[in-house]
């Protein structure tokens, strides 16, 4: 059952997080000629893929280190509050040639995906079989769904909440099995009720704080 909920965590955070970076994908290839274009998301993808995984399982033996899955666990609770309050920008210059754009499109999705990095890696707590067949399941439905999920989350914000709060989640957990600190989590009561907290924490300062930011830029 924990493997389980692990592998949907996971791809609740490749979704929710990744969904961008398959539209850097589109955008990096739009210059080019349609049949070109196919094999450079293909050719791109996969080239991302990879270095997705490496970057991933070399992240999961990092947070083996005494400290570092303390210090993981408060940048993913980072992540998870930036991403209820964070305007996306896709601003992506397109390619001209075929091998320029699948250069294009590794580079940054090696760039924007270190969030999805920690936050997969957490969730996959040590699992290397975790991050491969979370990855598997969720890099062609973000490549090929992507515009459909990204409107999905435009027209339903929930889905947002749903992932910010999974992200919590994974952060709270991340803290809670610390070897530094997790004596003082011995007592269930003590260990869940800090895994809530935090993801109320989160998800009710988030949204305190987009509200603000919808205020300010109605005044404006």
Do not use: C
Not at 9 to 19: K, M, R, T
Not at 163 to 171: H, K, M, N, R, W
Not at 183 to 193: L, N, R, T, V, W
Request: aromatic share 10%; hydrophobic share 60%.
């Amino acid at each position: 059952m924990e493997f389980f909920t692990a592998l949907l965590s996971i791809v609740i955070i490749d979704l929710v997080l990744a969904g961008d970076n398959a539209i850097v994908i589109g955008l990096a290839a739009r210059n080019l000629p349609k049949d070109k274009q196919k094999q450079v998301i293909i050719w791109g993808t996969l080239g991302a893929v990879v270095i997705r995984v490496l970057a991933t399982l070399a992240v999961v033996w990092l947070l083996k280190i005494p400290g570092l899955l303390l210090i993981g666990g408060i940048i993913l609770t980072w992540i998870a509050f930036k991403l209820l309050i964070e305007e996306k920008d896709h601003d992506v210059k397109a390619a001209d040639s075929m091998w320029a754009a699948i250069r294009t499109i590794i580079i940054a999705d090696a760039v924007m995906g270190l969030d999805n990095v920690l936050a997969v890696a957490g969730a996959a707590h040590g699992d290397f079989l975790l991050v491969v067949l979370g990855l598997i399941i969720s890099v062609p439905i973000v490549v090929w769904g992507s515009t459909v999920f990204l409107k999905l989350m435009d027209k339903y914000p929930w889905i947002i909440y749903i992932g910010s709060g999974v992200l919590a989640f994974t952060a709270a957990k991340m803290i809670v099995d610390e070897k530094l600190i997790k004596a003082y989590f011995e007592e269930p009561s003590i260990k869940y009720g800090f895994i809530i907290l935090l993801i109320a924490a989160v998800l009710l300062l988030g949204r305190w704080f987009k509200q603000r930011q919808s205020k300010a830029g109605a005044q404006s």
